[in-house]
Structure formats: C-alpha cells, structure tokens
C-alpha cells in the first residue's frame, strides 16, 4: 500500500475544457472536492494525500514529488 498519494489538483473547468466538455462540470467539482476532502478521512490516516496545484510548472510539480519522497526515504518510510 502507497503511503504517499499525489493529487494534481486541478481547476474544474479547466479541466472541462482539456476533455474537450467530455465530463459535466458539476461532477468535475465533485469528484474534486472528494480527493481533497479525502485528506480528512480517518481510513487515510496512514497515507499522506498530497495535492499539487495544476498552476505549477513542470518543474515545481517534479520538485515537490521529488522532495516528498525524499523525505519519506530520510524518515525510514
């Protein structure tokens, strides 16, 4: 089982227009609110849930994940 989860979150409508409107904007919100609220649940209390802002460049969204698992690996996890 991961003990690092990340999230790229994502604005929902842009995410409607990346699919090309595939996916209704209400369900985009949705689902999206629920990845970010799943931080909260007791059942995830052993796995981090990271979210990484969509607004972020290559290279910060790689330098964020790349710390991350850095920092686990130092902690033993």
Same mark, same amino acid.
């Given at each position: 089982?991961?003990?690092?989860?990340?999230?790229?979150?994502?604005?929902?409508?842009?995410?409607?227009? =990346?699919?090309?409107?595939?996916?209704?904007?209400?369900? @985009?919100?949705?689902? *999206? +609110?629920?990845?970010? %609220?799943?931080?909260?649940?007791?059942?995830?209390?052993?796995? =981090?849930?990271?979210?990484?802002?969509?607004?972020?460049? @290559?290279?910060?969204? *790689? +330098?964020?994940?790349? %710390?991350?698992?850095?920092?686990?690996?130092?902690?033993?996890?």
């Amino acid at each position: 089982m991961p003990k690092t989860i990340f999230i790229l979150d994502i604005d929902p409508y842009t995410a409607q227009m =990346r699919d090309g409107y595939k996916k209704d904007i209400n369900w @985009l919100k949705r689902t *999206r +609110n629920a990845y970010l %609220k799943s931080t909260e649940l007791s059942s995830f209390k052993n796995i =981090r849930i990271v979210p990484i802002d969509s607004n972020l460049s @290559l290279e910060e969204k *790689r +330098n964020i994940i790349i %710390k991350t698992l850095q920092g686990d690996k130092n902690n033993g996890n």
